[in-house]
């Protein structure tokens, strides 16, 4: 059984940076992917960035630059480090994992349906 928990988001002021946290369990030795998404009242989820066991990296294309994804493999964690923080960036964020896939071999990243284990979401505000 795989379990993701989140760090708390928190409130940030526009332009300003935010990391991220997400521990993991139960996937050990285990091929697999962690990705962030970012849902917003009454809208779907939308992937953010992905990152697996090697260390390879996927990224939404508006977010590219702006968004970085990177871990811990020792902690068993993945953060999203998230810059220059605009109103539009206030969300509810999920990390998820994907069982037997690596970002070399997997068709859609994001398929939000795909993953089974989900972190607990952490709401990110950040006020202009």
């Known amino acids: 059984q795989e379990y993701l928990t989140q760090s708390w988001g928190g409130s940030v002021q526009s332009g300003g940076n935010l990391t991220l946290s997400c521990v993991y369990s139960?996937?050990?030795?285990?091929?697999?992917?962690v990705a962030w998404f970012c849902q917003a009242p009454g809208k779907m989820r939308e992937g953010v960035a992905a990152?697996?066991?090697?260390?390879?990296?996927n990224y939404r294309d508006s977010v590219k630059g702006r968004i970085t994804v990177s871990s811990d493999v020792g902690k068993n964690a993945v953060y999203l480090h998230i810059n220059n923080l605009q109103p539009q960036d206030s969300d509810v964020y999920y990390c998820?994992?994907?069982?037997?896939?690596?970002?070399?071999?997997?068709?859609?990243?994001?398929?939000?349906?795909?993953?089974?284990?989900w972190g607990q979401g952490t709401q990110v505000t950040v006020s202009s």
């Open positions: 998820a994992s994907r069982i037997g896939w690596n970002l070399q071999t997997v068709l859609n990243v994001f398929s939000s349906d795909q993953f089974l284990a």
């Open positions: 139960g996937m050990l030795y285990k091929e697999h992917y």
């Open positions: 990152i697996d066991r090697e260390g390879a990296t």
